[in-house]
């Protein structure tokens, strides 16, 4: 099993679409959570920060369920210019060997 | 304010040649990383330095070598390059452990061992 996992998608929505991607975890220990964007053969970008309480960034929200491992990601309004992959990436402690990057979830925003 | 940067972008190599990739961060940050991006894998963690001097294994080091001899220069050496090293490999630094702060990537250098 993944330490992290995504549903590769294709996610194929039409513009002005609200598109939700989930990551699940396997690790309890896990204490960091992010998303980061990866535009079409670009490097990874950081999106948001995920926070126990949850948080959001104009359109984007994100949600943490620590009880279920798993990790949501909501998108409200899509603009084609959201078309991208979108990575999980989750963290059992600050140490660079503890991240894990999930292989992501791909997102096409339609006309 | 160049952020990070990788050299070279594309290179094609025949088994058994050897090469090195070069990252450069003009943000002063302490930690460095290399990492493979393969289809269906996400990226993986080959090497990391948490400050000049310094390096670290991390999840496939293996076939793979790295140095940090200035802060600001993260080098990837393939010894013997091998079919399965085919690959995009990302540079990141960050300024402390990447649990708790942003990485900030480099452009990729997309290499093909025949």
């Known amino acids: 099993r993944k330490e992290v996992e995504q549903d590769p998608g294709p996610f194929n929505v039409p513009e002005g679409a609200t598109v939700a991607f989930n990551c699940t975890y396997s690790?309890?220990?896990?204490?960091?959570f992010f998303w980061y964007r990866q535009d079409c053969r670009k490097e990874p970008k950081l999106l948001m920060s995920?926070?126990?309480s949850g948080n959001e960034d104009g359109r984007f929200t994100a949600q943490l369920n620590r009880a279920s491992q798993y990790i949501s990601l909501l998108i409200r309004d899509s603009k084609l210019s959201d078309s991208a992959t979108y990575l999980c990436?989750?963290?059992?402690?600050?140490?660079?060997?503890?991240?894990?990057f999930g292989s992501g979830t791909q997102l096409t925003v339609l006309p | 304010n160049a952020g990070v940067t990788q050299t070279p972008k594309f290179r094609v190599l025949k088994t058994g040649q050897s090469m090195t990739l070069l990252c450069a961060q003009d943000?002063?940050?302490?930690?460095m990383y290399w990492y493979r991006q393969d289809p269906g894998m996400g990226l993986r963690l080959i090497h990391y330095?948490?400050?000049?001097?310094?390096?670290a294994k991390g999840e496939v080091p293996d076939g793979y070598n790295v140095s940090r001899l200035k802060k600001q220069n993260f080098l990837l050496g393939l010894e013997s390059a091998a079919p399965s090293q085919t690959s995009v490999y990302f540079c990141?630094?960050?300024?402390?452990?990447?649990?708790?702060?942003?990485?900030?990537f480099g452009p990729g250098t997309r290499l093909t061992v025949t």
């Open positions: 330095s948490v400050g000049e001097g310094t390096t």
């Open positions: 943000m002063n940050h302490e930690y």
């Open positions: 690790n309890s220990a896990s204490q960091s």
């Open positions: 995920v926070y126990s």
């Open positions: 990436v989750v963290t059992v402690s600050g140490s660079a060997r503890q991240l894990t």
């Open positions: 990141a630094s960050s300024p402390r452990g990447a649990g708790y702060y942003e990485q900030y």
